[in-house]
């Protein structure tokens, strides 16, 4: 049997969504593209599924079109929703897989990322339901799972059951740590490859190295200038990838004590913003160092893949190396901050009789 599923993922990366679900869902049917969410179809079971790239995913179990609210009435479309599901005997609640531990659920109304208030009686009233066709229990504040009902500004409401997990509150991430999620698509956009010899020059708290690991590399090699950064990054390591990974604290301006010249096939980083701490310099001529660095580091066809919401200083410097070409880039939302993805090929320069640069094709994902 298909499911549909409703996935979630940072903004800006709906190629790169569709992308991953083409190469790794082998029946996957994408039925919904929207900003920052995507709704596809997969007779694969959730529990089979590896999706490393969404922040949540649901079980949708139905949809109601409404095109024409702009969304400034966002909750009365869901308790509108709330009827048509209670009135709907298609709609077979008591089908929805669940695990012997899970005896209590609560209703969550949300506005795409903001919680919207709905009328109590109707939420009580879809409480009633759901207790009567799955024999499970509200509980408002520790549920064992979650029925939501979501509004988009696109036109659509979603009622579906979540399937992710939170996150756990004593587990809060580093200041500055990219999430899991992003840090997964950003190794997937360098198109990695078994042979790889693969750098974080700035790694922080290791997410990057981390979410590499789930695709084969030769070398990894992760650098920060904070012993602190480095030690939690190291600890991340496990297993067959001891011997894989270097990780050690490296001032980037001093990065070739440790590597030689054109001996990285790709470089994967998140660099400083100046956000939470200054830059060792003005933005421009850091970021001209870090380009020219990358530029000596890199294999002729190398990639390099880096998030930064300093995108004018980024582009600027990598215009000015004539063997860099930017393959790649689209504006993204970190944590509500613009920022911006760049894929920078080192491209093979061959001068023709008249003169032209003739480059190299973009290397393929495996």
């Given at each position: ?83 048509v599901v209670e009135k709907n005997k298609k709609i077979r609640l008591a ?202 580091l890199l294999k002729p066809d190398g990639v390099a893949v880096a998030l ?59």
């Amino acid at each position: 049997m298909r499911c549909r599923y409703y996935a979630t993922f940072a903004s800006g990366f709906q190629n790169i969504v569709k992308d991953i679900l083409e190469k790794t869902v082998r029946d996957a049917a994408v039925v919904l593209s929207l900003d920052g969410a995507v709704v596809f179809e997969t007779a694969i079971s959730f529990d089979s599924l590896c999706l490393c790239c969404f922040n949540n995913i649901f079980l949708t179990l139905h949809v109601l079109e409404q095109k024409e609210n702009d969304g400034s009435a966002a909750g009365a479309v869901i308790e509108a929703h709330m009827s048509v599901v209670e009135k709907n005997k298609k709609i077979r609640l008591a089908d929805v897989q669940r695990a012997k531990n899970v005896r209590t659920f609560r209703i969550v109304t949300s506005n795409a990322n903001r919680l919207v208030s709905v009328d109590e009686g109707a939420k009580r009233k879809m409480e009633r339901v759901i207790v009567k066709e799955t024999g499970l229990l509200p509980h408002r504040s520790k549920p064992d799972v979650e029925f939501w009902f979501l509004y988009r500004n696109e036109g659509f409401s979603f009622f579906m059951r979540r399937l992710s997990k939170h996150a756990p509150f004593d587990v809060a991430p580093h200041k500055g740590e990219l999430p899991p999620q992003l840090a997964y698509m950003l190794c997937w956009l360098s198109g990695p490859g078994e042979s790889d010899v693969i750098l974080d020059p700035f790694c922080g708290y290791g997410s990057i190295l981390q979410q590499r690991m789930r695709f084969p590399f030769k070398k990894f090699y992760a650098f920060d200038i904070k012993d602190e950064a480095a030690r939690i990054s190291k600890n991340k390591i496990k297993g067959q990838f001891l011997k894989k990974c270097d990780v050690k604290t490296v001032d980037f301006f001093a990065i070739f004590r440790h590597l030689k010249e054109e001996s990285v096939d790709a470089i994967i980083t998140d660099p400083p913003w100046g956000s939470y701490e200054a830059l060792p310099m003005p933005a421009d001529q850091f970021y001209d160092a870090m380009s020219r660095t990358f530029h000596r580091l890199l294999k002729p066809d190398g990639v390099a893949v880096a998030l930064t919401a300093r995108d004018d200083e980024f582009a600027l410097s990598v215009s000015r190396i004539k063997e860099f070409a930017i393959v790649e880039s689209s504006d993204v939302l970190v944590s509500g901050r613009k920022a911006r993805v760049y894929k920078i090929k080192k491209t093979s320069v061959e001068r023709t009789a008249g003169n032209k640069a003739k480059r190299t094709p973009e290397r393929k994902p495996l």
